[in-house]
């Protein structure tokens, strides 16, 4: 089997791993004992775990433009954590695995697309 028809996996799991990377951020948070804001929530919710959820609904339509925008939607503030000195770096990896996954999909596509019109000759 080809290595490109498992991007779906790929994304489906850096979407676990994001989501379960922001409830360690903000539920189980080692580096931080104040309470946790309504505000801080909202925050990283939308720009790490909304993009997260956006990656799997992109995964079952077969949209890569849906994973381009979520890793866009989700890089600021990957970016922002991957500078501190803790496990939430990891959110950048995480971030890039769904351009990765968009890319993949593409060549998975291409692949379908050749062998697809090998068969009609």
């Given amino acids: 089997m080809d290595k490109v028809k498992y991007w779906g996996y790929f994304s489906i799991f850096s979407s676990l791993g994001t989501i379960v990377l922001w409830l360690i951020l903000n539920f189980n948070n080692p580096y931080n004992s104040e309470s946790l804001s309504n505000d801080v929530l909202l925050r990283t919710g939308a720009f790490l775990l909304v993009p997260a959820f956006v990656v799997?609904?992109?995964?079952?339509?077969?949209?890569?433009?849906i994973l381009f925008i979520a890793f866009f939607w989700s890089l600021p503030l990957s970016l922002y954590l991957a500078m501190t000195p803790s496990i939430f770096k990891l959110f950048l990896a995480t971030s890039f695995c769904y351009l990765l996954a968009g890319i993949l999909m593409g060549?998975?596509?291409?692949?379908?697309?050749?062998?697809?019109n090998s068969r009609l000759r």
Avoid: E, P
Wanted: zero cysteines; charged letters at 25%; aromatic letters at 4%.
């Fill in 56 to 65: 799997v609904i992109g995964t079952i339509i077969k949209k890569r433009f």
């Fill in 107 to 116: 060549k998975s596509n291409a692949t379908l697309t050749k062998s697809g």
